[in-house]
């Protein structure tokens, strides 16, 4: 069964930067009537709204992060570094029972439960498949278990490209701009949920 790895562990420099306050994954990105709703925990929700496992990588100082997942019994593999290459390899590392991993960002909370899964088909035919609109490539990128061992040795912030190059890529196109779209800065901070469904503004 393959699974859905949402990283977790970067540190939100450019939002920071840009005006922002304390880790963006934290930042709350709509108002339901029974409470408030951060960029991770919407990012969370599309993920198991799939159906598929997911094991999140996170900061250990990102508690925040560790209570959604407590609250939704998601595990946890706590990073020291941020960088994309070891968050994967810890993550592949604590899923040895699955056969393939969607690599998503948990700073994409449009991608919706239907792209994981499509994306995940593909692996039945390819090793790697990626997620495309309009000839951008975006996420959640799958990996079949054949690339186990080679994620498991990745290291810094090149994450996985070197074996997006390597290695026979399935594309996907979709018609959804949601594979590209991420939250970077506070002004992006524009969508809202209502009744359990996102809905983009911008």
């Not at 998601?74 to 699955?98: H, K, N, Y």
């Not at 449009?110 to 309009?134: C, D, K, M, N």
């Amino acid at each position: 069964m393959a699974g859905i790895l949402l990283l977790a562990a970067g540190s939100g420099n450019r939002f920071i930067a840009a005006g922002g306050t304390g880790n963006k994954l934290n930042a709350v990105m709509a108002k339901t009537a029974e409470n408030s709703v951060t960029i991770f925990d919407t990012t969370l929700a599309q993920a198991l709204a799939s159906g598929m496992p997911v094991h999140v990588i996170t900061r250990p100082d990102n508690v925040p992060v560790q209570a959604s997942c407590a609250r939704a019994k998601v595990p946890v593999t706590l990073a020291e570094t941020g960088g994309t290459g070891e968050s994967i390899a810890a993550g592949v590392r604590d899923t040895p029972g699955w056969n393939g991993w969607l690599i998503h960002l948990a700073d994409m909370p449009f991608v919706t439960p239907e792209i994981f899964i499509a994306v995940a088909g593909t692996l039945r035919h390819a090793s790697v498949a990626r997620p495309y609109w309009q000839n951008e490539p975006g996420h959640p990128v799958g990996f079949a278990s054949p690339l186990r061992e080679k994620l498991l040795q990745l290291r810094g912030d090149q994450g996985a490209r070197e074996l997006l190059h390597d290695h026979e890529m399935l594309r996907v196109d979709f018609n959804n701009p949601a594979v590209i779209r991420d939250i970077d800065l506070p002004s992006q901070l524009s969508a809202r949920v209502l009744n359990g469904n996102l809905y983009a503004t911008s």
